[in-house]
């Protein structure tokens, strides 16, 4: 290794390449930001980039979305058991049975050679604004996985960097808004470009032996770091369970349960007695389960912590074949990324406060309370599809209170600025601004969630994804819960009208959707007055 640094110790040595490999994956997602077109990618940054070695393990990714960083190994194993990828190569993919979240995920794979030799992957995901399906957006109250859009098994777009013209042209004609979607992969194919040439370089300047020896130390670093983080708590099996509201088919809750054993810095987390798979679209494909417990260990071992392929060897994972943490073919899981995961991350957080009570925080809104919108322009230019998640409230803990209008867990996206918003799709703003109150008491209280309300300009499908109707974060050591999602529908004789949290309907021109978001919970009892 050329460079004053090779004179430092190991350890040094180590943690400059940790940090030299994030920056590829961060300068990607700064590629993909600022080429991408629909608002979604650019203004709320729902995108995710990742380097693998050439065996395909993890190397490292940047502070993006964790529920799509966790499965992207998966997918990248997939890929490889399909295909053999050339030199030119770049291959799409949103199976959610195939290491996938849910069909609007894209994912863009790139193999990156140097000197004619295979030196590693890169990869990004990016949730697009539609994808086909029953409703606009991709998001809507579904069924089967047929009816939630196009779905792609790992399939080459180029090959020896020549464009197969046809997969695109197959993928547009299957969704409403074409010349969008095709700007968004050209911007993922554009972050991969910087990726492959920043990986290279860096190989280069190592060279593949050093580097790849460097590489199996950060993965034996990572694994050690995870394994001492859950070696803090102590030996035992610890439990919890908490619940959906629904399927969005019937209002049934749905149970998650699990139990996890801890033992010399090991743990076995097993969800058996989690409900069986549900008609509606809240099952949770394998790669998100995994994704929302390896997230919930990271979180106790803090940014000592490299994330790459080491950090998930210490964990086990057990999910019941069929049921809605592991869903199977044609189950619907276009809410088991954005909601189910969110409550897999409550119910882990739940059991290890039962092992470390001043470690964990309060439960979070535990919902990304999705909202697509979508329909045609009142002038006539074609369809419009939109997408976004809304903050709340995050929980309390024992070192102070939540944190108000945030994206907790599973979702790492910023909010769309109301201008942004207002000019790009045919909606008003009426309302937005923090949901005061809405955390949970305690002595520390829980953070406050958000009111956003949206008026239609022009008649459109509006679906909502959302979940905690029932009440909000959960309090801990005597706090209490945050306030309950609502949603409700203003009609323009001003009537308000309660939906359900995961409903499809209706708005016509001069109709609002308001959306207030959960509270976290609270954080120890509330001092006597």
Not at 391 to 409: D, I, K, N
Not at 469 to 492: E, K, N, P, Q, Y
Request: net charge neutral; charged share 20%; aromatic share 6%.
């Amino acid at each position: 290794m050329a460079g004053h640094s090779e004179m430092l110790p190991m350890a040094a040595q180590l943690e400059i390449l940790r940090h030299r490999l994030v920056a590829v994956a961060e300068r990607m997602g700064q590629t993909l930001a600022r080429t991408a077109y629909s608002a979604n990618i650019k203004e709320r940054r729902d995108h995710s980039c990742a380097l693998f070695d050439a065996d395909g393990r993890l190397l490292a990714q940047a502070a993006h979305i964790p529920v799509h960083l966790g499965a992207m190994p998966e997918s990248l194993a997939a890929i490889r058991r399909r295909l053999t990828l050339d030199p030119g190569d770049v291959v799409l993919m949103n199976d959610p049975y195939e290491g996938g979240t849910h069909l609007p995920d894209i994912t863009v794979v790139a193999p990156v050679y140097l000197d004619a030799r295979l030196i590693g992957y890169v990869a990004n995901r990016a949730h697009h604004a539609d994808v086909g399906g029953i409703v606009p957006g991709s998001m809507g109250v579904t069924r089967h996985i047929d009816e939630e859009g196009v779905r792609l098994a790992a399939v080459k777009w180029y090959r020896g960097g020549h464009e197969d013209a046809s997969v695109l042209d197959t993928l547009l004609s299957a969704v409403r808004t074409p010349q969008e979607r095709r700007g968004d992969l050209r911007a993922q194919l554009a972050a991969n470009a910087v990726g492959s040439r920043e990986l290279a370089l860096l190989v280069a300047r190592y060279g593949a032996g050093r580097f790849a020896w460097s590489s199996a130390a950060l993965f034996e670093y990572a694994a050690r770091c995870m394994s001492e983080a859950i070696a803090e708590a102590p030996d035992g099996e610890y439990s919890a369970e908490d619940f959906l509201d629904g399927d969005g088919v019937t209002r049934d809750r749905i149970r998650i349960a699990a139990r996890i054993r801890i033992s010399a810095g090991r743990a076995v987390v097993d969800f058996d007695g989690t409900s069986p798979a549900v008609a509606g679209c809240v099952n949770c494909p394998p790669a998100v389960t995994r994704s929302a417990v390896v997230y919930a260990f990271a979180c106790l071992a803090g940014p000592r912590l490299p994330h790459n392929a080491g950090m998930f060897e210490p964990i086990e994972l057990r999910t019941p074949p069929g049921s809605v943490v592991h869903a199977r073919p044609p189950a619907a899981v276009a809410a088991g990324n954005v909601e189910t995961s969110q409550r897999i991350v409550d119910v882990v957080f739940r059991a290890l406060a039962g092992a470390l009570p001043d470690r964990i925080a309060a439960g979070s809104s535990g919902t990304m309370a999705s909202v697509a919108l979508g329909g045609d322009w009142p002038d006539g230019r074609g369809a419009f599809t939109y997408y976004e998640t809304i903050a709340g409230g995050s929980g309390a803990s024992s070192e102070g209170p939540g944190q108000s209008a945030v994206h907790t867990h599973m979702t790492n996206t910023l909010n769309t600025p109301v201008e942004a918003l207002e000019s790009a799709y045919p909606l008003r703003v009426v309302r937005y601004e923090i949901r005061r109150g809405s955390g949970g008491a305690g002595r520390f209280r829980g953070g406050d969630g958000v009111v956003r309300e949206i008026e239609a300009r022009t008649p459109m499908t509006v679906s909502v994804l959302a979940d905690r109707s029932a009440g909000g974060g959960f309090g801990l050591s005597g706090g209490a819960a945050g306030a309950a999602l609502r949603v409700t529908r203003i009609r323009v004789d001003g009537v308000a009208e309660a939906w359900a949290s995961k409903v499809t309907a209706r708005l016509d021109v001069g109709e609002r959707l308001r959306i207030e978001t959960p509270g976290g919970g609270g954080y120890g009892a509330c001092a006597a007055s």
